[in-house]
């Protein structure tokens, strides 16, 4: 028997009329009936299960009947910082770090970038995560935010206790990354950083971190560099 379908709900209430949009890909694509049971998640890391109560036209009515805690949610917190990309790559980099287990992602314009964001793109973005989240089976959706610039993305995540700075340049990593505590990674555009962006982040207590020895590209380098924080962290094993 599959597990029940997942909808994302901003505001959960013990009986309520699913979103226009759920309503629709519960009623026209789901299929879903009256007494099916489903999962409801609000991105703050519970789940409720709830029973359809009702199909009508102006949407499906739930009723709540269970709340607890995900299990899935991992333990680290990662604040990945991305430089804008071209076409839809800032897309997958959101989905994949979304399975990963982010917690927050950051997208900044930098030197070297040549693709641009508006509220628009941001609000897709958000989307992304939301249905990469439901997809994944977490209970929590990263916000993704927007940063005009470079300064202001590293300033955003300069509380947390490991922050790594991807270059390209850089023949080997300056520290290691380690199990526990909060991380933040920033990953360039396709264009990557100039000499002086790296030394405004080592101000900032940024270590500068090495990909290897082959150029990545971008999109790559993020999903990489997540993936194996979250691999030292404990998350993927």
Same mark, same amino acid.
């Given at each position: 028997?599959?597990?029940?379908?997942?909808?994302?709900?901003?505001?959960?209430? &013990?009986?309520?009329?699913?979103?226009?949009?759920?309503?629709?890909? #519960?009623?026209? %694509?789901?299929?879903?009936?009256?007494?099916?049971?489903?999962?409801?998640?609000?991105?703050?890391?519970?789940?409720?299960?709830?029973?359809? /109560?009702?199909? +009508?036209?102006? =949407?499906?009515?739930?009723?709540?009947?269970?709340?607890?805690?995900?299990?899935?949610?991992?333990?680290?917190?990662?604040?990945?910082?991305?430089?804008?990309?071209?076409?839809?790559?800032?897309?997958? %980099?959101?989905? &994949?770090?979304?399975?990963? =287990? %982010?917690?927050?992602?950051?997208?900044?314009?930098?030197?070297?970038? +040549?693709?641009?964001?508006?509220?628009?793109?941001?609000?897709?973005?958000?989307? $992304? #995560?939301?249905? +990469?989240?439901?997809?994944?089976?977490?209970?929590?959706?990263?916000?993704?935010?927007? *940063?005009?610039?470079?300064?202001?993305?590293? +300033?955003?995540?300069?509380?947390?206790?490991? &922050? *790594? *700075?991807?270059?390209?340049?850089?023949?080997?990593?300056?520290?290691?990354?380690?199990?526990?505590?909060? %991380?933040?990674?920033?990953?360039?555009?396709?264009? @990557?950083?100039?000499?002086?962006?790296? #030394?405004?982040?080592? /101000?900032? =207590?940024?270590? @500068?971190?090495?990909? @290897?020895?082959?150029?990545?590209?971008?999109?790559?380098?993020?999903?990489?560099?997540?993936? $194996?924080?979250?691999?030292?962290? @404990?998350?993927?094993?």
């Amino acid at each position: 028997m599959s597990a029940p379908k997942r909808f994302f709900v901003e505001q959960i209430a &013990k009986e309520m009329v699913l979103p226009a949009e759920e309503s629709r890909h #519960a009623k026209n %694509v789901l299929r879903l009936a009256e007494g099916d049971e489903v999962t409801l998640f609000d991105g703050s890391g519970k789940e409720y299960s709830a029973i359809v /109560a009702k199909l +009508a036209k102006e =949407g499906v009515t739930v009723h709540v009947v269970r709340e607890s805690v995900s299990s899935r949610e991992p333990h680290t917190e990662v604040f990945l910082l991305i430089g804008a990309l071209k076409g839809d790559k800032t897309e997958l %980099v959101v989905q &994949k770090a979304t399975e990963l =287990g %982010v917690s927050r992602i950051g997208v900044f314009s930098s030197r070297f970038c +040549a693709a641009y964001m508006n509220e628009n793109k941001l609000e897709r973005l958000n989307r $992304v #995560a939301r249905e +990469a989240a439901k997809q994944c089976l977490r209970a929590s959706v990263p916000t993704v935010e927007y *940063f005009k610039t470079l300064e202001e993305a590293l +300033a955003a995540g300069a509380a947390c206790g490991q &922050k *790594f *700075f991807a270059c390209e340049f850089l023949e080997a990593s300056e520290a290691p990354v380690s199990a526990g505590g909060s %991380v933040c990674a920033v990953v360039g555009s396709e264009g @990557g950083f100039s000499e002086e962006e790296f #030394a405004r982040a080592k /101000a900032l =207590g940024y270590c @500068g971190i090495s990909l @290897g020895r082959r150029i990545l590209r971008a999109e790559t380098a993020a999903i990489a560099l997540t993936a $194996v924080i979250m691999y030292r962290a @404990g998350e993927l094993g």
